[in-house]
């Protein structure tokens, strides 16, 4: 009754727009409550109304109505049947698009990336997703530029989508690895993550992206924490065999770095010191000219390369807002 209220409340608010800011955040609030007042909301036909609020200009002239709709939508989506409600709802996904790419704050940006994720929650839905640009790049930037917990939600989104070759390829072209080198510094065990799956599934293209941050894998190879060690070597795994000599010897020329692998073969997680100890081994053939039985060959002169691009990263997050 409470959400066949509100919805009905909603169709009936006309021009108000402070009217209108109530009502949807009454229904923000009631969306995270329970998944039976998420399937109440979503049978009323509350996410077609919701949609015409997450334009531009909505979010110019009314920012806290923007964010209020996006995150209502966002709480809605964590019930398995409102992902594909949303899905299906007319200028649901140009609507959260919008938010992530323009939208009037950077909660409302957050929360539209996080909306993402959730939504790629169904492998079938993270294929159709995977294939629009303008989300795939949008999640890039916001995970570039961003601050810290929109960074997050889109790197969470990122990490799933990444999970499809196809999408990839996308991300690769959006800049992905590019912005997984920048932000390596600051957020290394969600940056090697992301660039882990990437150059696992991207082929030469993203294994020539990610040549110019292989140094900064060595840094994560000495001092992140297991987790990100341990994906640091396992890409550096993957780059050696797909990128052939020229990754080895660019990796070979990281001072120390094979104390830092013999430390991990000593201390790491049992998959760490599997991958260190496939890394010493890449290193040992290359040294003695044998690298043929490891690796597949790659030249730095591919022009690929100079297109380096941005890979992110992702992490958990709390959906309901």
């Given amino acids: 009754m ?31 409550t329970d998944s039976e007042s998420r399937a109440c909301i979503a049978e009323a036909g509350a996410i077609k109304l919701l949609v015409r609020f ?21 709480n809605l989506s964590i019930l398995e049947a409102n992902k594909t409600r949303i899905m ?18 950077w909660e409302a940006k957050s929360n539209a990336a996080a909306t993402v994720f959730s939504l790629t929650g169904v492998v079938g839905f993270r294929k159709r997703l995977g294939r629009k640009t303008r989300i795939v790049s949008g999640l890039v930037e916001l995970a ?18 990444a999970s499809d070759r196809e999408t990839v390829a996308r991300l690769v072209e959006s800049g992905a690895v590019q912005m997984t080198a920048e932000i390596m510094a600051g957020m ?37 924490s297991e987790r990100a060690r341990e994906s640091a070597a396992a890409t550096l795994v993957t780059m050696c065999r797909k990128g052939g000599s020229e990754i080895v010897t660019e990796l070979a020329a ?42 597949e060959g790659f030249s730095t002169n591919n022009s690929s390369v100079s297109a ?9 997050t709390s959906l309901v807002q």
């Fill in 54 to 74: 997450l334009s531009y200009e909505v979010g110019s002239n009314n920012p806290s109505l923007q964010v209020n709709a996006v995150t209502t939508i966002l």
């Fill in 88 to 105: 299906e709802s007319d200028g649901a996904l140009n609507g959260i698009t919008e938010v992530l790419r323009a939208g009037a704050t």
């Fill in 254 to 295: 990281i001072d120390g770095v094979e104390r830092v692998i013999w430390e991990l073969m000593a201390v790491g997680s049992v998959r760490g010191r599997r991958k260190a100890a496939t890394l010493l081994r890449i290193l040992r053939r290359w040294a003695a000219g044998l690298d043929g039985g490891e690796t």
């Fill in 2 to 32: 409470t959400a066949s209220f509100l919805v009905n409340k909603l169709k009936l608010t006309n021009g108000s727009m402070e009217e209108t800011n109530g009502v949807v955040y009454e229904l923000r609030v009631l969306a995270k």
């Fill in 308 to 316: 380096s691009t941005s890979v992110v990263v992702s992490t958990t």
């Fill in 144 to 161: 570039k530029s961003g601050p810290e917990g929109a960074k997050r939600d889109a790197l969470a989104a990122i990490l799933n989508l």
């Fill in 188 to 224: 290394p065990e969600e940056a090697v993550t992301i660039l882990e799956a990437v150059v696992k599934r991207g082929g030469l293209v993203a294994v020539a992206a990610a040549f110019m941050g292989i140094k900064k894998l060595g840094k994560v190879l000495r001092e992140g």
